[in-house]
C-alpha cells in the first residue's frame, strides 16, 4: 500500500482518501483543499504498511474518511476495529461485498477485466470509469502513471482478498450513489446500501470526483 500527500497545509485536521484500484494520485491533484491535509492510498497489493497509516492519522486533531470504488472494501477490512479514528465515514461508489452478482460487479465481469487486462482494455475501463468518451478526455491529461503489470497484480490480490475475507460490518456513516456508474450497476450498489439512512445519490459516472472543485465540498453534502 502506497500513500502520499496530495494536500500538506499544516492543518490539525485530515481527510483519507481511500483510492480505488490502479489508481496514484495523478487523476485527483486537481482536487484543492482548504480546511485540511489530503492524504492518498492506493495500491492494495501489501497492506503490511496499516500500523504506519494510523500512526499517521493520530498525529492530527481530527480525521475524516473518504473511500472510493474498492477502496471502500478495503477502508472496512483495515479500520473495522478502529473506525473511531475517524469523525466521519464516506464511502463513493463502492460495496462492502464488491464482487457480487447482486451487491457489487458480478464476478464473471471482474475475471473478464482481469483477463482482458492489456493496454486497450485498460483504456477501455478508464473510459467506462468516467461515463464515456468526453469524461474520458479530461480524465486523459491526469492518467494514472503505474505500469499495467503492477495494476494487473493489485486487481487479482483485490480478488483474492474480496474473495477470502467476506465483510459482515459497516463502518461507514453515510454513502454516495452515481446514477451513471457504469463499473458497479447502480442497481446492485442501491441493493447493497438499502438500510443505509445517509445516502446521497448523484447523476454522475464511476469517477465522479470532477464534480467538485474541493475535497472540502465533497465532505460537506447532503441531501437536496
Known amino acids: 500500500m502506497e500513500f502520499r500527500y496530495l494536500h500538506k497545509n499544516n492543518s490539525p485536521k485530515l481527510i483519507l482518501f481511500m483510492s480505488g484500484w490502479g489508481c496514484d ?11 485540511y491535509d489530503v492524504l492518498m492510498c492506493y495500491d492494495y497489493r501489501d497492506l503490511s504498511q496499516i500500523q504506519k497509516l494510523k500512526e499517521e492519522i493520530q498525529s492530527y486533531q481530527e480525521c475524516h474518511l473518504i473511500a472510493w470504488s474498492l477502496g471502500v472494501f478495503i477502508s472496512s477490512l483495515l479500520f473495522k476495529d478502529d473506525k473511531e479514528l475517524f469523525k466521519s465515514r464516506l464511502a463513493i461508489n463502492g460495496s462492502l461485498s464488491p464482487i457480487d452478482e447482486e451487491q457489487g460487479i458480478p464476478p464473471a465481469i471482474f475475471q473478464g477485466t482481469i483477463d482482458g487486462l492489456n493496454e486497450k482494455g485498460r483504456d477501455k475501463f478508464f473510459m467506462r470509469m ?4 468526453s469524461g474520458y478526455a479530461d480524465f486523459s491529461e491526469q492518467l494514472p502513471k503505474r505500469q499495467l503489470g503492477d495494476q494487473k497484480e493489485e486487481l487479482i490480490c483485490l480478488q483474492n482478498m474480496i474473495l477470502n475475507q ?7 456513516d453515510k454513502v454516495l450513489l452515481s446514477s451513471r456508474d457504469m463499473i458497479f450497476p ?3 450498489l442501491e441493493k447493497a446500501w438499502e438500510t443505509k439512512s445517509q445516502k446521497l445519490i448523484f447523476d454522475l459516472p464511476h469517477f465522479c470526483f470532477a464534480a467538485w472543485n474541493s475535497w472540502d465540498e465533497i465532505l460537506k453534502l447532503e441531501k437536496s
Not at 467476506?166 to 461507514?172: E, K, L, Q, R, S
Open 25 to 35: 494520485e495523478l487523476p485527483f491533484l486537481k482536487i484543492e483543499a482548504n480546511e
Open 130 to 133: 468516467c461515463g464515456g468518451r
Open 186 to 188: 447502480f442497481k446492485n
Open 166 to 172: 467476506p465483510i459482515t460490518w459497516d463502518i461507514f
